[in-house]
């Protein structure tokens, strides 16, 4: 299987994060509106950044991991999925954040598209979960436009409250 550490789509590429990304995920992390659905996943320090983005590249153990989103060289956020367990059972974990001025133009669906075709290759008879904040309407709006869908049997309470699950068919 060709490296799933650098894709691209149509307009992305998709790239297993590295060190120097620590900046760009501080800023994803550090903003209040950008976290509004999600405050325990603030970050208010570089090294806090640089911790997440290590743990985030030994997901890529298990075959596939998140990504930084990128755009004619400038990252615009990340996505991607990591394998975990929902309810004792195996699943892929899809996450996707970006800038604010990178938002409202598909760039979500796009990636979050292309991370669920890629865990279907890796390991088939894992699902593909989002958990997704019942006011968040555009990450619903992403999980239901890449074929997800909504799951309110797999509801779990996370750690900003409830979670609404959408999963692979
Ligand atoms: C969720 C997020 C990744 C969506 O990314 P995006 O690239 O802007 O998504 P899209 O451009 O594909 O838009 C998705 C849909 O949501 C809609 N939408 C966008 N912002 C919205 C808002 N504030 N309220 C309601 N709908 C909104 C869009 O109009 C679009 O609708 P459509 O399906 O009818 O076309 C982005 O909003 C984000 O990074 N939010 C902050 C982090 C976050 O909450 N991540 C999800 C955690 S589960």
Redesign the pocket.
Known sequence: MPSLERVRTDRLLLRRPAEDDAPLVLT?LNDP??????PS?ALHTLEEARDLVRRWQEQWDAGLGYWVVEQDGAGL?V?GVKAVRLADRPVWN???????E???????????AEAVRRAQEVDPGRPVV????PA???????A??IGLERRPDLDVEGEDGA?EVWATP
């Open positions: 994803l509106d950008g976290v509004r659905h999600n996943d956020g996505c899809l996450l996707y954040r970006l800038l604010p990178a938002q409202g133009r598909g760039v979500a669906r796009e990636a979050a989002a958990r997704v904040r968040n309407t555009a990450s619903a709006r992403v239901a436009a979670d």
